[in-house]
């Protein structure tokens, strides 16, 4: 039984039953290499994703950054260049996000990245005023 979202508002019920009944999506946030932007993109797009929000972010993980050479002076590269890719979508569609991530950002090498599922309660789109699944 699928209770209209409208309801659920009305009522100040909480993430608990937006859990129960269904109404819950996902946000996928992944941290990858810049220059496998584009094909994540594109395995994305080929799963019918349509939407997403790109950042330029910073950061290390294993790799604890690396040492470079520039006009002859030796120095420590801490924080490495990523790509932050986030995007929201329907329960059932996690699954062949993650795995087109994966299939776009993989190298096999350390610092590939990071992908982070979490759920979202309530989507609302300013423009429409729509809720939940329609505002994606």
Do not use: W
Request: glycine share 10%; hydrophobic share 40%; proline share 2%.
């Amino acid at each position: 039984m699928i209770i209209p979202r409208r309801r659920i508002r009305q009522r100040g019920e909480s993430f608990r039953l937006a859990r129960k009944f269904g109404v819950l999506m996902k946000k996928i946030v992944a941290i990858i290499k810049p220059f496998k932007l584009d094909d994540v993109r594109e395995a994305l797009s080929a799963q019918g994703i349509s939407g997403m929000t790109v950042s330029e972010v910073k950061g290390f993980g294993r790799q604890k950054g690396h040492t470079e050479l520039y006009r002859g002076a030796e120095y420590v590269v801490d924080f490495l260049p990523k790509a932050k890719i986030e995007l929201v979508v329907r329960d059932q569609d996690v699954d062949t996000c993650v795995e087109a991530i994966i299939k776009g950002a993989h190298t096999g090498k350390i610092g590939d990245g990071k992908i982070f599922v979490s759920d979202i309660s309530r989507v609302i789109r300013i423009r429409t005023n729509e809720e939940g699944e329609d505002a994606i």
